[in-house]
């Protein structure tokens, strides 16, 4: 009667011991999840932003760590694994409510995902990784540092031949004046402007893109207002 097989004879079997042990595993699953809460449960969070996103770090981070072990756990084909990197780059952060902040962090988790799902690397180089990336974080993106603002993107009702024009249009029709006004289109068929203006972020506010259709004339400030705001 044979004797029961062991957890390393049916790892060796599936080629599996040779790249990665479960000890192992479990180390770096470790450092990337306490590194994942230090990135987006502290460094992300200390600022406004997308209600959505640490739900794509973690998703990313933790997929790509996956892939990464899947990929390194024994006799795994080469077609497969560029494969998986090939559907990582499809990810786009394609809605408006995500910044170049967001893309940062998201890059971040990407890094960290794959310094820890490296297999057969010393535990000091990815712990070591791990804290270059944090602490470059924490150092850059400084909430003191940092005014949050909120873009709103309009559709004017009318053509402008000035672009000062469409700042005291923004301004009226919000009763404040933007910290900036950008045109990103003008349509002489139809007659419309589109804009992106910049308020101060008011206190609970979210810190996400709104997009709002103006109709209707703007009240005209008055000459004593113009010269206040320039």
């Known amino acids: 009667m044979h004797a029961p097989y062991s957890v390393a004879s049916v790892l060796a079997a599936k080629g599996i011991t040779n790249h990665l042990s479960p000890m192992d595993l479990m180390t770096r699953g470790a450092l990337d999840v306490i590194a994942l809460l230090i990135l987006v ?3 992300y969070r200390r600022r406004r932003s997308a209600q959505e996103m640490p739900l794509v770090l973690t998703a990313l981070n933790i997929g790509l760590f996956a892939a990464m072990s899947a990929i390194s756990a024994g006799k795994f084909p080469t077609g497969v694994g560029f494969g998986l990197f090939g559907i990582l780059s499809l990810v786009r952060l394609r809605s408006a409510a995500f910044t170049l902040r967001d893309v940062a962090y998201t890059f971040a988790a990407l890094v960290i995902a794959l310094c820890n799902g490296l297999p057969q ?14 602490v470059a974080v924490l150092l850059v993106d400084d909430p003191r540092t940092y005014n ?12 402008y031949g000035d672009e000062s024009d469409v700042l005291w249009d923004v301004a009226a029709r919000f009763g404040r004046v933007p910290l900036t006004v950008e ?6 068929v139809r007659e419309t402007t589109r804009v992106a203006a910049r308020f101060p972020l008011e206190p ?19 000459a004593r207002e113009a ?3 320039q």
């Open 183 to 188: 045109v990103d289109e003008v349509d002489y």
């Open 121 to 134: 690397r010393a535990s000091w180089l990815a712990i070591g990784l791990d804290v270059l990336v944090l």
């Open 204 to 222: 609970g506010q979210p810190a996400q893109t709104t997009e709002i259709s103006a109709v209707g004339e703007p009240e005209v400030p008055s």
């Open 227 to 229: 010269e206040s705001v």
């Open 41 to 43: 449960g502290w460094l």
């Open 148 to 159: 949050p603002t909120r873009v709103v993107k309009l559709t004017l009702d009318r053509t």
